[in-house]
Every structure is written in structure tokens, then in C-alpha cells.
């Protein structure tokens, strides 16, 4: 079997809407940058958007669609990375009835955001069979690539060891399948929202990552700083304000340092504050935004891509399954 040169990474967005910054920020912009030194699997993740989203699966199409776009947008290129819906490519179903059976209960019950999730989006019954699962889901998605690296988001790394302890367990049991994926940190791994929370489409607070220049200033000015600043001559901590956490994204150091004497001096007031940032996020967003005015024009050019990258992601994913029956002697 042909082994790659590059060493390969997985990783999967859910369909459950536009993509948002805290998205970018926390992950795309990241892919991007991988795309060279790394064989990469993108995946839009739509089995995972029904575990959340399964009392309007039909709404989950429209936004494999608008993800795609994002993706392409921001720079994701098909000919570097293979870009493919999770559904097209049925063995992520067949490794994760497999790798179900040998997860111990507590080992999901256990993971944090399955607890939190259950709280804080308590309108949507998450109590379910495959809601809990979907951590064991998403070791499948990666041992099916056989994937040496996994790039998230601090709020991912308990999933990613999860999985990390799934694949030990199974190549215990049945032989050295699967090498045990790494956790690639992202930079920039917690971005706030508007009402100073984690940007999360789930709480209604994200700037989404096609909303044109109007709607971010209109979602940064009257967003919520450092509640010291009650005046202009108050004093502030950046550390402790939602609003420089988007600096810390898309201000270069040195403005992001002037900025933080300013605030922790009263020398400059949160307006112009706000006004430095969305001077910068328009600069690096502005192309994003170009790029999606003429995607968004051909729908049939973004099926073609996802075509040809579940094609790609197919023949891999046939591979592995060849090697986990025979490991099993199925
Ligand atoms: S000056 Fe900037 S960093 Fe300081 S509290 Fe205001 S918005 Fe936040």
C-alpha cells in the first residue's frame, strides 16, 4: 500500500451555518496555512450537524453549502487539501458502529462540552443516544484517514484525546491499525462574541464571516468592553475585555501593544479603540469577501469540488476499512 510522504491531518466543521470568526480565526485560517506542509482531509461534517440539528435535517444542505463557500473564500484550495461531505463517504458510519463497541460509557460521559452543551443549548434536547456519541464519531472520522495530526481549538483537545484513547484501545485489541493522532493547537483558540461570551453561532452573539463591512462595525461598537471603562478616563485592562480578543486576531503586535498602554492608561477611549480593530479586520477580510461574491455565483463549481474531494477521501477511507476487517477477521 502506497504510504504518503506527507504526514496527514484531519479535520471537520459542522453544517449548522455561515461560518463565523471565532471559525476562521480558530481553525480555517490555520487550515490554510497547513495546506502545503500536510496531506489534509477537510471535512464538512454533516453527520455531526444532525446530532444537534436532527429536528431540521433538511436545513443542514443549504449550509454544507454556504461552509463550502466559506471555505473555498478564505483559502482552502481543492487542489492542495481534499475538501468532501462526510455523508458521501459511508465508512465513517461503518468504523463508528465498530469503535462504539469498544468505548467505554464513562469515557463520553465524561467529556466536559457533552455536559455543557446539554445546558446551555437546552431548547434543543441534545439528550440523545447519538449526541453522546459523537465524540466516538469523530475518532472514526479521523482514524479512517489514518491521520497523524488533528488541528482544533482549545474546547476540542478532551475530544481529540478521546479519540487518541479509542485508537489505543482498538490497535490493543485487534493489532496497529491507526497511528495515534497529535493535537496542532491553534494560535488564536478563543475569540469572544458580541455579548462577550465565546463566539458561538449556538448563542446568537457571532460576526459571521460574510457579513460585509456595515454589519461588523454595526456588531463591534456596541459591543461590550472592559466593565471598569465606565468613562473615558477610567482605566482599563485589555486582558479582561472581549473586544481585544479580536485585536489579538487581527491587529498586528505592535498596534495590539500601543493599544493595551492606551487602554491601561485611559489614553485612548474604546471608540477608537473599536475603530483600530475594524480597520484591520476589514483589511483581512476584505479579499474573503471578494472571493465569495463570485463563489457564491456558481453552485455548480462547489458540488464539483465536493464530488471530486469525497471521490479522493473515498479511496482512503476504502484503504483503512480493507485494513480494520481484516484486524477484526470480518
Ligand atoms: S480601550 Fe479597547 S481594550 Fe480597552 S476596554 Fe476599551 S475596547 Fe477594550
Known amino acids: 500500500m502506497n504510504q504518503p510522504a506527507k504526514k496527514i491531518i484531519f479535520s471537520g466543521m459542522r453544517p449548522t451555518g455561515a461560518l463565523h470568526l471565532g471559525n476562521y480565526v480558530g481553525a480555517l485560517r490555520n487550515w490554510v496555512r497547513l495546506q502545503d506542509a500536510y496531506d489534509c482531509y477537510f471535512c464538512i461534517v454533516n453527520w455531526h450537524a444532525l446530532s444537534s440539528e436532527y429536528h431540521d435535517a433538511r436545513a443542514i444542505r443549504g449550509f454544507e453549502f454556504e461552509v463550502a463557500v466559506d471555505w473555498l473564500s478564505a483559502g482552502l484550495d481543492p487542489e492542495r487539501a481534499v475538501l468532501f461531505l462526510q455523508a458521501d463517504v459511508k465508512e465513517h458510519a461503518e468504523l463508528h458502529l465498530i469503535l462504539s463497541m469498544i468505548t467505554p460509557l464513562p469515557w463520553v460521559e465524561r467529556i466536559p462540552t457533552f455536559k455543557e452543551?446539554?445546558?446551555?443549548?437546552?431548547?434543543?434536547?441534545?439528550?440523545?443516544?447519538g449526541f453522546l456519541g459523537y465524540p466516538v464519531l469523530q475518532a472514526a472520522d479521523i482514524a479512517l484517514y489514518r491521520a497523524d495530526a488533528v488541528p482544533v481549538g482549545e474546547d476540542q483537545a478532551a475530544h481529540i484525546e478521546l479519540a487518541r484513547e479509542i485508537i489505543r484501545r482498538f490497535n490493543r485489541y485487534y493489532g496497529d491499525v491507526f497511528p495515534e493522532p497529535r493535537t496542532l493547537l491553534t494560535?488564536?483558540?478563543?475569540?469572544?462574541?458580541?455579548?462577550?461570551?465565546?463566539?458561538?453561532k449556538s448563542y446568537?452573539?457571532?460576526i459571521e464571516l460574510k457579513d460585509s463591512a456595515e454589519t461588523v462595525r454595526a456588531k463591534i461598537m456596541p459591543m461590550v468592553t472592559d466593565t471598569r471603562r465606565k468613562r473615558r478616563s477610567d482605566p482599563g485592562e485589555p486582558n479582561d475585555c472581549p473586544v481585544f480578543t479580536l485585536h489579538k486576531a487581527f491587529v498586528p503586535k505592535?498596534?495590539?501593544?500601543?493599544?493595551?498602554?492606551?487602554?491601561?492608561t485611559a489614553g485612548i477611549g474604546c471608540r477608537d479603540c473599536k475603530a483600530v480593530l475594524l480597520e484591520h479586520m476589514v483589511l483581512d477580510l476584505q479579499p474573503i469577501w471578494e472571493k465569495r461574491a463570485r463563489f457564491e455565483q456558481?453552485?455548480?463549481l462547489i458540488r464539483d469540488i465536493l464530488e471530486a474531494g469525497s471521490a479522493r477521501a473515498r479511496a482512503r477511507a476504502l484503504e483503512t476499512m480493507v485494513q480494520v476487517r481484516a484486524a477484526l477477521g470480518f
Open 117 to 129: 452543551q446539554l445546558v446551555q443549548l437546552a431548547e434543543k434536547d441534545l439528550n440523545t443516544y
Open 187 to 200: 494560535e488564536v483558540p478563543r475569540l469572544a462574541g458580541t455579548d462577550g461570551r465565546k463566539m458561538s
Open 204 to 206: 446568537g452573539n457571532a
Open 254 to 264: 505592535d498596534k495590539q501593544a500601543e493599544i493595551a498602554v492606551g487602554c491601561r
Open 298 to 300: 456558481n453552485p455548480g
